[in-house]
């Protein structure tokens, strides 16, 4: 089984900048594809950014240039930072990890969520 736990989310003023964190632990050989999805209140969940092992990213429109992701494959962490939040940009945000396990299965799995609030 594969574990991710997310932290770092929280309330902050529009124009204001977050990071988050998320790693990855449990029977793991490899993750290919690690990031972040989000969801708000009375809408599908959504991709928010992405990053394959060898580097290679994809985001959403609409936080394209406000927001990065980076990867610590070393540690199995993702993080995303967030800068110049909109109250549009509040949702629960979800970590996702697909890779292949020790067993050599492959996987997919999710985190709790946490909540991020841009609000003033």
């Known amino acids: 089984q594969v574990q991710l736990v997310e932290s770092g989310g929280g309330l902050v003023q529009p124009g204001g900048s977050l990071r988050l964190s998320c790693a990855a632990s449990?029977?793991?050989?490899?993750?290919?594809?690690m990031g972040w999805y989000r969801q708000a209140p009375g809408k599908q969940r959504e991709l928010v950014a992405v990053?394959?092992?060898?580097?290679?990213?994809n985001y959403a429109d609409s936080v394209k240039g406000r927001f990065t992701i980076s990867r610590d494959n070393a540690r199995n962490t993702v993080y995303l930072q967030m800068g110049n939040l909109k109250p549009e940009d509040t949702a629960v945000y979800y970590c996702n990890a697909e890779g292949l396990s020790t067993s050599y299965r492959g996987f997919g799995s999710w985190g709790q969520g946490t909540q991020v609030t841009v609000s003033s």
């Open positions: 990053m394959t092992s060898g580097g290679s990213t």
């Open positions: 449990g029977s793991i050989r490899s993750i290919n594809l």
